[in-house]
């Protein structure tokens, strides 16, 4: 399969028209769209990246009213949520419509949604007039992708086409919120933290590690965000073991020098800049990727989940 760039949103859409897959940019990650409607074409998103099965979709909109077609259970709190957070970096877990196939929701009988605030986003997703699943645009578990080459560098040959748009302003995945219960539960941690949502709905609660929450949102028990090296956590003072290719990112210059070193001047840019760091890493055959740790706050929660996730081996 031959992979078409464009910049132009209208021709990205003719792919999704004809039951194709298109890669595109949001305000968080790029994303790998297909009609949610078409379960050939969905079918096809779990192919390119190699993502199993169990592991349900998000479906975007372009307009509020399109949330109408994937869910006829809007709770007070969903509710409250959208009218603060669309359009923008949240997901919310609703009780999906019949129409909305099994393929995209993992076999769940609830949906994810978002709808995204990204300019170019936002055209297509209009353009389509359809709801679009998308997950990230990475092959399955490795860093999402936030420009339109780390898209290329994972999919090119396997995808239909890539909307080329700028590099991601956020770098951090969406915050998603289940809000099929009386206290909503934050399954994945984003650029909208649990105070932000407090402020909004004050029964948010965090997800605990239970089995039933790892029931609730499959994709969390899968391996995330791996790059090829080994990724050491470390704090700002501690010392660190020579090795021979090594890498460091975060906020404060370590005293020993690395082969690639990236110093982020705030705690968004580190979030910002993180997944393309891991993949720049693996570009060069870095062996171990040191990176600082943060405090839990503001998108510092969501950031140390990243970081941790991709610790685990
Ligand atoms: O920012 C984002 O959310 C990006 C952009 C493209 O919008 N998308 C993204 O999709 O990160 P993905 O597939 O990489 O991650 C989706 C997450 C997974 O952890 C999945 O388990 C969870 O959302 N999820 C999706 N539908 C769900 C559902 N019905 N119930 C529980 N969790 C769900
Ligand atoms: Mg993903």
């Known amino acids: 399969m031959r992979t078409h760039l464009t910049h132009s949103p209208t021709e ?44 349900p979709l998000i479906a975007h909109i372009g307009a509020l009213e399109q949330i109408e077609l994937l869910s006829s259970d809007i709770t007070q709190n969903a509710r409250k949520l959208i009218d603060a957070f669309f359009p923008g970096p949240l997901t919310v877990v609703l009780k999906k419509t019949e129409r909305v196939p099994l393929i995209a929701t993992a076999g769940l009988d609830t949906v994810g949604i978002r709808m995204p605030r990204h300019q170019l986003a936002r055209e297509f997703l209009k353009a389509c007039g359809t709801p679009v699943v998308a997950p990230s645009a990475n092959l399955s578990g490795r860093p999402s992708p936030t420009t339109w080459q780390a898209v290329f560098e994972d999919l090119n040959g396997r995808i239909d086409c890539i909307l080329q748009g700028d590099a991601t302003e956020i770098g951090l995945e969406s915050t998603v919120v289940d809000c099929t219960r009386v206290s909503p539960v934050i399954l994945r941690t984003g650029a909208i933290s649990q105070a932000d949502l407090l402020g909004v709905v004050p029964e948010v609660v965090e997800r605990d590690a239970d089995t039933l929450d790892v029931v609730r949102s499959p994709g969390i028990r899968h391996r995330h965000y791996s790059p090829k090296a080994k990724v050491v956590l470390v704090h700002e003072s501690e010392t660190f073991e020579p090795s021979s290719s090594a890498a460091f990112i975060g906020l404060n210059r370590p005293d020993r020098s690395f082969q690639l070193i990236k110093i982020c001047n705030s705690l968004d840019d580190y979030a910002h800049s993180l997944f393309e760091f891991l993949r720049e890493c693996d570009r060069n055959g870095i062996e171990y990727i040191f990176c600082e740790t943060m405090h839990s706050e503001g998108i510092g929660t969501a950031l140390m989940d990243r970081l941790q996730r991709a610790a685990e081996r």
């Open 12 to 55: 990205a859409v003719e792919f999704i028209k004809r039951g194709g897959i298109v890669a595109f940019p949001t305000e968080t990650v790029y994303g790998l769209g297909a009609n949610v409607f078409d379960e050939d074409s969905v079918r096809k998103i779990f192919e390119a990246k190699r993502r199993p099965t169990d592991n």
